[in-house]
T-cell receptor, first 116, second 116 residues
Framework: GAVVSQHPSWVICKSGTSVKIECRSL??????MFWYRQFPKQSLMLMATSNEGSKATYEQGVEKDKFLINHASLTLSTLTVTSAHPEDSSFYIC????????????FGPGTRLTVT | AQKVTQAQTEISVVEKEDVTLDCVYETRDTTYYLFWYKQPPSGELVFLIRRNSFDEQNEISGRYSWNFQKSTSSFNFTITASQVVDSAVYFC?????????????FGKGTKLTVNP
């Protein structure tokens, strides 16, 4: 149980285009989803926290207009990188936390974005 | 502010050696959670352990063991009789309850290479 999927697993796009990444909790309802970004050989940095039905909370320094997050249902959150640039190339990982007191987050397999 | 320090950037051992990965944390929360994750070359994070701040008992799971010491704010991870499949980047992470966000703060990771 507690499986989180991401789609696509990798994507290459041209500079200036937008890319949407989906994060789904397959066998549980995720009240909270988190989006992390990981640059090569670096750690994971939290970008934003999204709760179902409400606006996402962005970390300091993360542009909310550039990284649009929608958590429309208890099983799906999307991250849209708008007007992507080469510096947005990174590994994007989502995690989902279910209902209840458990603080464990279940991570998706990640999406590797390359902007040319 | 919460902070996790993994001072060892890279460690290289020979198969069957024991290896300890260090993790030191900082937090003002009295209730918090500590985690270890493994990230193999595929990129997907693999959950290893979660420990809450009230449970200082050491834990052993097969070849893995964890030493939690609140007095030194450390949560070290030992792999006994290492194997080539243990080669990965290992992250220590901290989650608190301040604000109810439960976001994870990751250390910079330790890259472990186990040579045959």
């Amino acid at each position: 149980g507690a499986v989180v999927s991401q789609h696509p697993s990798w994507v290459i796009c041209k500079s200036g285009t937008s890319v949407k990444i989906e994060c789904r909790s397959l066998d549980f309802q995720a009240t909270t989803m988190f989006w992390y970004r990981q640059f090569p050989k670096q750690s994971l940095m939290l970008m934003a926290t999204s709760n179902e039905g409400s606006k996402a909370t962005y970390e300091q320094g993360v542009e909310k207009d550039k990284f649009l997050i929608n958590h429309a249902s208890l099983t799906l959150s999307t991250l849209t990188v708008t007007s992507a640039h080469p510096e947005d190339s990174s590994f994007y990982i989502c995690s989902a936390r279910g209902q209840g007191a458990s603080y464990e987050q279940y991570f998706g397999p990640g999406t590797r974005l390359t902007v040319t | 502010a919460q902070k996790v320090t993994q001072a060892q950037t890279e460690i290289s051992v020979v198969e069957k050696e024991d290896v300890t990965l260090d993790c030191v944390y900082e937090t003002r929360d009295t209730t918090y959670y500590l985690f270890w994750y493994k990230q193999p070359p595929s990129g997907e994070l693999v959950f290893l352990i979660r420990r809450n701040s009230f449970d200082e008992q050491n834990e052993i799971s097969g070849r893995y063991s964890w030493n939690f010491q609140k007095s030194t704010s450390s949560f070290n991870f030992t792999i006994t009789a290492s194997q080539v499949v243990d080669s990965a980047v290992y992250f220590c992470a901290l989650s608190g309850r301040r604000g109810g966000s439960e976001k994870l703060v990751f250390g910079k990771g330790t890259k472990l290479t186990v040579n045959p």
